[in-house]
């Protein structure tokens, strides 16, 4: 065999061992996502239906194509698995593993991605995975994240706007999110926090900072101005938008013109912070495409991708496990004692009434309390699993709209060890209510989301189950009666202690759980 035959067969070789080394990346993320497959709906399913997510297909083809731009670079990389890669699968399937044991979606689905980048990573090699990192960080952009901070830039834009309009000379009276000027009254509700400018900011910026741009303190500073131009912009339209209605008696600035405004100000805002940065692009290093590197042979790729699906089945299983290793009881919740010499009536005032989905059981009323009534839900979370958990987007406080919030604030704490309640104030024409709420997990109390599930994973692996309950408690008055506020604060310190420790009671019934020192309960 001449020289010539030697090199072809050795191309050869290389060639398909390299085609091999992709198929054994694909069938690792094929079996990747069958393992998450839940995750997997939830995430498609954000893109169906949130607005301020509908960009998640567009992701998908983004990564693409910017990974596909990386193929002449990728010839010169040679592939071989990467026991580091194989450590990162590990640690993200460890998060996931956390995520699935809270019912922490938003975590699991983090970790999805992760284990996805560390597949390409474990079986093709660091040089590799170097190279595809760029496009594979899009992915974390398909996850949907944030809305957790809508609150935060609910206060933001008022408080913005009110400054503006008092900068302006336009006297306002504030309370929180709602505000009174002289010519009607403004609330800031979901659609006004710019939550959708936001995030398509960051997406489309970072897309920008990355083909634009070779050094990342540029890429960094650039991500960073893409992320304060959406909060400057919206606080600007919200300003106009009042400042419009105002002088104009209230004939523009509402409607389709409200929407509308918005997105003018968010294009040119964005186009021309892409003229702006454009005039700092960096030049393209010149990169030649090298001999096309070797790779390990078929069957070491196909070792890689079977570990790999290993990995990521053996973290989902073993959570499966962990959740529910049997069938329990459902709950019976007892609350004899807490409403004790209570009178079940008839709201006589208009109450806030709560949302749950997916609760065991759910506990509903309105009792007669000193002069007036007070609303009582508790709605006990067993055997929790996604769309049936204690803390979900889908329980609301008040799901109707047909209350306008007010402010929020804390009801003192009935007993030492007990946390001060959260509290939430709503107002409509005829009513005015006050909300306070609570978390009781498997004998532990919290205001926090985060905190809740901290409790919730401490009591799973100690074997004391997933129990948890939200305990909602609401009062109504009518306009300039104060006493309701009162009458929830009297309940709360009265009946609170009871109710805990009939949870507790409901608890123990399931089964005789391990004692557990109890965090800050006598």
């Known amino acids: 065999m001449n020289s010539d035959s030697k090199v072809l067969n050795l191309t050869e070789d290389t060639v398909t ?80 593993f956390a995520g699935e044991l809270v019912s922490a979606g938003v975590v699991v689905q983090f970790a999805l ?82 939550i959708r400018y936001l995030l398509t900011s960051f997406f489309v910026g970072s897309i920008f900072a990355y083909i634009t741009y070779s050094r990342w303190q540029k890429r960094v500073l650039f991500i960073v101005w893409m992320i304060i131009l959406p909060l400057l912009a919206n606080w600007l339209r919200a300003y106009v938008i009042v400042m419009a209605a105002h002088l104009s008696n209230n004939q523009w600035g509402l409607g389709l013109s409200h929407l509308a405004f918005g997105w003018v100000i968010f294009a040119v805002s964005v186009i021309g912070s892409f003229y702006v940065g454009s005039t700092w692009r960096d030049e393209e290093p010149l990169r030649k495409a090298g001999p096309l590197a070797r790779a390990s042979s078929g069957k070491v790729s196909l070792g890689a991708a079977i570990v790999m699906i290993a990995i990521a089945a053996g973290w989902t299983q073993a959570a499966q496990g962990v959740m529910n290793p049997s069938p329990r009881p459902a709950p019976v919740l007892d609350l004899t004692k807490t409403l004790e ?100 997990v498997g004998g532990l109390t919290t205001t926090s989301d985060v905190i809740s599930k901290v409790f919730q994973a401490l009591n799973l692996v100690t074997g004391r189950g997933d129990d948890g309950a939200s305990i909602v408690i609401t009062a109504s008055g009518v306009p300039g009666d104060e006493t309701y506020r009162r009458r929830i604060e009297d309940f709360i310190r009265e009946r609170l202690p009871t109710l805990l420790a009939d949870l507790d009671a409901v608890h123990a019934g399931r089964e005789n759980p391990p004692p557990l020192m109890q965090a800050g309960r006598p």
């Open 17 to 96: 061992s390299r085609r091999l080394a992709w198929a054994a990346v694909g069938a690792a993320w094929g079996a990747i996502l069958f393992a998450y497959r839940d995750q997997v709906a939830l995430i498609v399913e954000a893109w169906e239906t949130l607005p301020s997510h509908a960009h998640g297909y567009v992701v998908m083809l983004v990564v693409a194509y910017l990974a596909w731009g990386k193929r002449e670079l990728l010839r010169g990389a040679p592939f071989a698995p990467s026991k580091a890669g194989f450590a990162a699968a590990l640690v993200a399937g460890l998060a996931g």
């Open 113 to 194: 991605v992760f284990m996805l980048q560390a597949a390409v990573w474990a079986i093709l090699g660091w040089r590799a995975f170097r190279i595809l990192a760029g496009p594979l960080c899009f992915l974390l952009f398909a996850i949907p994240f944030g809305h957790d901070i809508l609150p935060t830039l609910m206060d933001w834009t008022a408080n913005a706007t009110v400054v503006g309009l008092r900068a302006s000379g336009v006297p306002v009276l504030q309370q929180d999110r709602y505000f009174v000027i002289p010519s009607g009254s403004w609330s800031v509700v979901e659609a006004c926090s710019g």
């Open 341 to 440: 010499s209570l009178e079940a009536v008839r709201a006589t005032l208009p109450m806030v009434e709560s949302q749950f989905v997916g609760a065991s059981a759910v506990h509903r009323g309105t009792y007669r309390f000193e002069e007036g009534e007070i609303g009582l839900t508790v709605a006990y979370y067993r055997d929790q699993h996604q769309g049936a958990e204690l803390i979900n987007v889908n329980n609301v406080i008040e799901p109707s709209h047909v209350w306008g919030w007010r402010s929020s604030g804390r009801i003192p704490s009935p007993a030492e060890g007990i946390p001060d309640l959260r509290a939430e104030y709503y107002a409509k024409a005829d009513a005015v209510a006050a909300v306070g709420t609570l978390y009781w």
